[in-house]
């Protein structure tokens, strides 16, 4: 989604501006722009396209001055256009903003504007905000009254940063995220810590209702009352320093290799969160999981996994879904949250309504500092490192890996966690991608692939169609195999690929008879299996493993494929087109 950043101190502040923007550019974005306070004025330069294109057109990093504010923007009012990108000045040109989120009361407080006399340019919702602040700064020549006045009439979720004329910053947050980094030679503003880490690791995380104004008396924060507020300066994980490629060429390929480390690493930190989840849910009356996209695949594997080996009910919920049937969460129950980022909207309304049915919220997350930990009762940290790549393929594996060792403690020791074991499946798995990089030429002008796959395989089944569609923009659908007689079966004829997920565990011989009968209709099939079969067109093999924790293991060759199958198109794997990393807004 949009990214933000702000810069107040004594170096140039374009250039500063736009290396923070390109590190957040896998957060997902369209347009880019930045503006800067020289002598006199405020300007502003922006454009759609990436920040390397728009940069080299119109040299956003030469722009005077040394207080700044840059954005990528990720549309969602008005369409991809250079007038709908930020920065956006007020209609006076004496102040200008950038925001994250959505002004729902913006038509509204718009056409109230005008009435004042107050132009609009963009079909956006966030220009209200640089008019509004503008027509209250009019009326009270202060930026601290301004900026209260502004946040008392906005609506929605936002994070924003505006630059006045007279060089200050000021910035509020509103359920997204915005996070200040306290530098040597000056301040940051900025949507993730990556937007600065290359100049500081001290950071303030302002909490929700929170404003602050930057200007030669250093940082000031206050609630939106205007009461003085006191935080403590965090030391940024040095593990973020580390979110660069490296020899790979893209995140993506990087983040699927981390796979034999991650795996084991996740969660070993919580060890007294996953302990404390454990008896929660042991004791729990009704237990809900939710997440979305592949978040929401973890949770189904949990499902299949506590059922089977603990004998405990867990009822997923996608969470985008649940504010349609709040009445789904039964009073004093526990909802579990998964989420990489924790900032999905939809994740955090689904733990927003189970929160006024009294549930206890454990959440599963990878960055500590979010929303959903700051929400949780319990916080389980996945522990994978900054996850880049949109597609998320790193975080899904730690995820699964949380979820096995809560059913680990749940069966009392009844599955066979074998940390060296698992990390060299894994790595069996990684050793050659020459088979996958041969299926990938082929997949290059397929329209459709479907994947099957029984019980727990099912949900791997749905995550590695999403894999598919993200990176390769080829059409896939996840099919539980039982399920193909009762339709997918009229799709079968030689234009189609099939993916089977077969390991040679209990769901072995039923998948095989699907594969024959798919077979049968003319359609390629490719087997994901320890065990050979001559109805396979590609056999991808995978090591034999303890029956419970396959799973770990077979995403693995569809990650490979999903990536290889995006560089034989020419797509690039890291930004798939029209998605953002974290979901910030409903
Ligand atoms: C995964 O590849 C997707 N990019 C997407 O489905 C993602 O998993 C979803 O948006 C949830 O994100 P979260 O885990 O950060 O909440």
Redesign the pocket.
């Known amino acids: 989604m949009c990214s933000i950043i702000g810069y107040y101190g004594d170096s140039a502040a374009a250039p500063i501006l736009v290396k923070g923007l390109k590190r957040m550019e896998y957060r997902g974005y369209d347009s880019v722009g930045v503006a800067t306070k020289s002598d006199n004025d405020i300007v502003v330069k922006k454009g759609v396209g990436k920040v390397e294109v728009v940069n080299n057109a119109l040299h956003l990093d030469n722009l005077p001055g040394h207080v700044g504010i840059g954005h990528t923007r990720w549309a969602t009012h008005g369409n991809v256009t250079d007038v709908n990108a930020h920065p956006h000045p007020s209609s006076s040109g004496k102040i200008a903003i950038v925001h994250n989120g959505i002004i729902e009361n913006y038509e509204e407080l718009k056409s109230d504007l005008e009435k004042r006399g107050y132009s609009f340019k963009s079909q956006t919702d966030s220009e209200v905000i640089a008019n509004l602040l503008q027509y209250n700064y009019d009326q009270t020549h202060d930026v601290k009254q301004s900026m209260i006045k502004t946040v008392s009439k906005l609506k929605g979720h936002y994070a924003f940063v505006a630059m006045f004329e007279s060089g200050i910053l000021s910035a509020a947050r509103f359920h997204e995220p915005l996070i200040i980094g306290i530098g040597k030679k000056g301040f940051f503003l900025s949507s993730d810590v990556l937007g600065f880490i290359e100049k500081t690791d001290d950071a303030i995380y302002l909490d929700n209702g929170e404003l602050v104004i930057l200007d030669r008396i250093g940082v000031q924060i206050f609630d939106f009352e205007g009461n003085a507020v006191k935080h403590q300066v965090t030391k940024v994980s040095k593990e973020f320093a580390d979110a660069y490629k490296g020899d790979y060429a893209h995140f993506t390929i990087k983040e699927i290799s981390e796979q034999p480390e991650t795996i084991i690493q996740a969660g070993e930190k919580s060890s007294d969160a996953i302990n404390t989840a454990t008896e929660f849910i042991r004791h729990a009356r009704s237990i809900y999981i939710t997440?979305?996209?592949?978040?929401y695949n973890a949770a189904l594997v949990a499902k299949y996994l506590w059922q089977k080996y603990a004998k405990i009910k867990v009822e997923p919920i996608i969470s985008s879904e649940l504010s349609f049937t709040p009445e789904t969460i039964e009073p004093n129950s526990i909802l579990i949250a998964?989420?990489?980022?924790?900032?999905?909207a939809d994740?955090l309304e689904a733990v927003k309504i189970a929160k006024k049915a009294n549930a206890k919220i454990l959440s599963i997350v990878n960055i500590l500092t979010s929303s959903l930990a700051q929400e949780s009762a319990v916080v389980i940290g996945m522990g994978c490192g900054p996850e880049i790549g949109?597609?998320?393929t790193k975080?899904f594996t730690a995820q699964l890996s949380i979820i096995y060792k809560i059913a680990k403690k749940l069966c009392d020791g009844c599955i066979n966690m074998d940390g060296e074991k698992i990390s060299s499946s894994v790595a069996k798995v990684l050793a050659d991608h020459s088979k996958i990089k041969e299926i990938a030429k082929e997949l290059k002008d397929v329209q459709d692939i479907y994947i099957l796959g029984r019980a727990v395989h099912y949900p791997i089944a749905t995550e590695s169609a999403?894999?598919l569609k993200?990176l390769s923009y080829i059409h896939a659908e996840g099919i539980p195999g039982g399920e193909l007689k009762h339709g997918p079966l009229a799709l079968m004829d030689s234009s189609v690929y099939v993916v089977i997920i077969n390991p040679n565990d209990f769901t072995y011989n039923d998948t095989l008879t699907s594969a024959r009968e798919i077979k049968a209709r003319g359609a390629k099939i490719i087997g994901i299996s320890d065990k050979p079969s001559d109805i396979y067109d590609h056999w991808i093999q995978i090591p034999t493993i303890d029956d419970s924790l396959y799973p770990l293991i077979e995403i693995i060759p569809i990650q490979l494929l999903s990536y290889y199958s995006a560089i034989e198109k020419n797509t690039d794997p890291d930004y798939p087109r029209n998605?953002a990393?974290?979901?910030t807004v409903k």
Not at 291 to 295: F, W
């Open positions: 997440g979305s996209g592949t978040s998964i989420s990489q980022s924790g900032e999905s994740v949109v597609a998320a975080s999403l894999k993200e998605l990393k974290s979901v």
